[in-house]
């Protein structure tokens, strides 16, 4: 199993930028697929932005994608998530999330480690 801690929320002011990190430990992430996932208060998690193993193929939720970057370094077993033009409704914990298979998914269920989430906070 491998552990995931999040690093590099805050508090932003609309418009502002954040980059997120995810460092594994325990497990390489060379072979698995990487996403983010948010939940602000009182919603249900919601997918954010996917990456496949090799870095190749990237995936975005229609409500961040232009906005959002996904990427991943595997010689430093990190994934990041640079988030730019951030809005209020963009405030939420952000979770990273790993699936040991080399394609990723929207759907949470399918990956199974999870970091414990960083919070970003966009002020208006």
């Known amino acids: 199993q491998v552990q995931l801690v999040e690093s590099g929320g805050g508090l932003v002011q609309a418009g502002g930028s954040l980059r997120l990190s995810c460092a594994a430990s325990g497990r390489t992430l060379g072979t698995s697929a990487m996403a983010w996932f948010r939940q602000a208060p009182g919603k249900e998690r919601e997918f954010v932005a996917a990456?496949?193993?090799?870095?190749?193929?990237?995936d975005y939720a229609d409500s961040v994608k232009g906005r959002f970057i996904i990427s991943r370094d595997n010689a430093k077993n990190t994934v990041y998530l640079r988030m730019s033009s951030l809005k209020p409704e963009d405030t939420a914990v952000y979770y990273c999330?790993?699936?040991?298979?080399?394609?990723?998914?929207?759907?949470?269920?399918?990956?199974?480690?999870w970091g414990q989430g960083t919070q970003v906070t966009v002020s208006s």
């Open positions: 999330a790993a699936r040991p298979l080399y394609e990723s998914t929207r759907v949470a269920d399918f990956f199974t480690s």
């Open positions: 990456i496949n193993w090799r870095g190749a193929s990237t």
